[in-house]
């Protein structure tokens, strides 16, 4: 498996949907993408061809605004054909503005931050109490942790010891309006985490496969939900969209800016 | 309806049915946020993890129930009333919009309650409407409760029941079989439709008052029965709504869009306005008199929508004699 090419063709599909479309969410899709190769292609134990199979690891992605990012990987995955990318947006379509389980791969239909969490601790409280092996994923934006919401989740997932639950925060830094930490402070955030009682890893190269999949494969206690805080750049690999922290993009702005991601992409 | 005013717990009739259906089917698990004594009891005995206590996080409480049944699973959630508001973008996001086999209850629902206005709530029915896939039931007494636990458990998709805190008379002497409409009392005046505690209002009110009224129990609110609906208001040509809910969003604005849209007709409400209401004790007298969903106002309305002027001035002070609320 090439890592590499798959992570091209994903980062290109990405720039298909938004010319494609003429708006998206550039920022969070693209400072995602790596987490969500890592788990698809990596980590998590799934069948595109066969996507309820029983046993398949279930993958959330709580931030389900990161459209471009989830419909790329699936679809380089093999769960849909990149010529249903025309679907996206238009009536009547499976392929929604958040992402929903009326397209294939996807695990929960999200929208409202802060649910896709507590949707992945009853899955996997429901695995542990069926004597179930397979593992649940969950993929939050940092942002997404101002919710309370998120916190009581992560009380129940230690509380009932789902040790089968690992989530991967997307610590992009900014939210739509700014530096998320500025906003409402979540530091000390890893502390926070442990001191839930999860089981804590933090990734400096987040836009970085190989990082994300060595820190999933890197924990060692039994006992404990897992939690992954992969430090991504919001827009990354396009570096105008990268200094705006753009959250999206649309008009000249998104032609310039796909212009510029192509051309960085043909020289990666 | 039994002769005399007996009183019973729809919360009771709800533990009863739940642990009963639990013990066939393994399937249930019951999602607890701090709250159903007997429930808590007879899943933790039960053990296998079906009893999942969420601690006191509401929100919460609906989400994870909507992921337990995204694994096949059919968890009950109880809850107060008021707090559907705190659970609602939950409820509507994970639960409602891909229509998860989630079965909510909620208590305390009405004006009834020592907790006052966080706490008796008057709205559910209006939130829990307008979420689209789920279906909703509003049992008239202890007896009727089960019959419609049991009928939300066969459902597989969302469901809400509405429940009331305290106990309630009873309309029916043994439990009976689902129907979303019944005629609980023929008559030719008026068509009554009414549900929960409204239901007895309104017989008391039909009896004491000699209305001659069509009462019809609707406990299934949504889907809305609308060709029952519309059958047994045609046979009287009049119609009044009575519920222990507020105006908005309750059965009797459903009740008036299927009328107008279909059958227009002389339609007169009664149900509780736009307001909080207040804490009250079981012993008070007059409540549902303070809110204007009394017996002597259903009897004052059917004589208004059917143009009844020869009721003896004397016969409210009479009435009020005797009635005892």
Redesign the interface.
């Known amino acids: 498996m090439n890592l590499d090419l798959i992570e091209k063709n994903c980062t290109s599909s990405i720039f298909d949907l938004l010319e494609l479309h003429g708006i998206g969410h550039s920022g969070g899709s693209l400072s995602v993408l790596q987490v969500l190769i890592s788990l698809y292609f990596e980590i998590g134990n799934v069948e595109p061809h066969n996507p309820k199979w029983p046993q398949r690891d279930r993958i959330v992605l709580s931030k389900a605004h990161a459209t471009e990012a989830m419909y790329a990987v699936l679809a380089e995955k093999g769960y849909f054909e990149k010529t249903r990318f025309n679907e996206y947006l238009r009536l009547g379509s499976d392929i929604q503005g958040h992402v929903e389980i009326s397209t294939p791969g996807v695990e929960y239909s999200g929208g409202a931050l802060g649910q896709g969490i507590t949707f992945a601790c009853g899955l996997a409280y429901a695995a542990k109490i069926r004597g179930e092996n397979h593992k649940i994923y969950a993929v939050l934006g940092d942002g997404e942790c101002h919710e309370g919401s998120v916190w009581e989740a992560a009380m129940f997932a230690s509380h009932y010891n789902l040790d089968n639950l690992f989530i991967v925060i997307d610590n992009n830094h900014y939210a739509d309006h700014g530096d998320v930490d500025e906003m409402m402070n979540l530091q000390p955030f890893e502390e926070r985490w442990a001191a839930f009682g999860w089981e804590t890893k933090s990734v400096e190269e987040g836009n970085k496969v190989s990082a994300i999949t060595n820190a999933l494969k890197s924990f060692q206690q039994d006992d404990k939900p897992k939690c992954v805080i992969a430090n991504t750049v919001k827009n990354y690999g396009v570096p105008m969209w990268e200094e705006k922290h753009l959250h999206q993009v649309a008009g000249d702005l998104l032609s310039q800016g796909v212009k510029q991601g192509r051309r960085l992409l043909h020289a990666r | 309806m039994p002769d005399k005013i007996e009183l019973g717990k729809m919360r009771e009739a709800y533990a009863d049915t739940v642990i009963e259906l639990a013990k066939t089917d393994p399937n249930i698990v019951f999602v607890s946020v701090d709250c159903g004594s007997h429930e808590r009891e007879f899943f933790r005995k039960e053990g296998?993890?079906?009893l999942?206590e969420?601690?006191i996080?509401e929100?919460?409480s609906a989400?994870?129930?909507?992921?337990?049944?995204?694994?096949?699973?059919k968890p009950h959630v109880l809850n107060f009333a008021y707090l559907l508001e705190r659970m609602y973008?939950?409820i509507s996001?994970?639960i409602a919009?891909?229509s998860y086999d989630v079965k909510i209850a909620a208590y305390y629902a009405g004006i009834w309650g020592i907790g006052g206005r966080s706490h008796n709530c008057i709205i559910d029915l209006s939130m829990m409407r307008a979420l689209p896939n789920f279906t909703i039931f509003t049992p008239a007494d202890y007896w009727e409760t089960k019959t419609i636990v049991k009928k939300a458990n066969s459902i597989d998709t969302p469901t809400y029941v509405r429940l009331s805190g305290v106990p309630t008379p009873k309309v029916f002497d043994e439990e009976p079989d689902f129907q979303p409409v019944r005629v609980m009392k023929n008559g030719s005046r008026c068509t009554i439709f009414c549900h929960g505690t409204m239901v007895h209002e309104s017989l008391m009110a039909n009896k004491l008052g000699d209305l001659n009224a069509h009462i019809v129990n609707v406990s299934q609110i949504k889907p809305l029965p609308k060709q029952e609906i519309l059958r047994e208001a045609r046979k009287t040509g009049k119609v009044v709504v009575v519920e222990e809910h507020s105006k908005i969003g309750g059965l009797a604005e459903a009740i008036s869009t299927l009328i107008i849209e279909n059958e227009p007709m002389p339609m007169k409400v009664i149900g509780v306005d736009d307001i909080y209401p207040l804490s009250v004790l079981m012993e008070e007298p007059d409540v549902y008199k303070y809110y204007g969903i009394s017996s002597e106002d259903i009897i004052k309305t059917v004589d208004l929508v059917t143009g009844y002027e020869n009721r003896d001035p004397d016969f409210f002070t009479a009435y009020n004699a005797n009635s005892g609320d």
């Open positions: 296998k993890g079906r999942i969420v601690g996080a929100a919460n989400v994870i129930a909507a992921g337990m049944a995204a694994e096949g699973f973008n939950q996001q994970s919009q891909d």
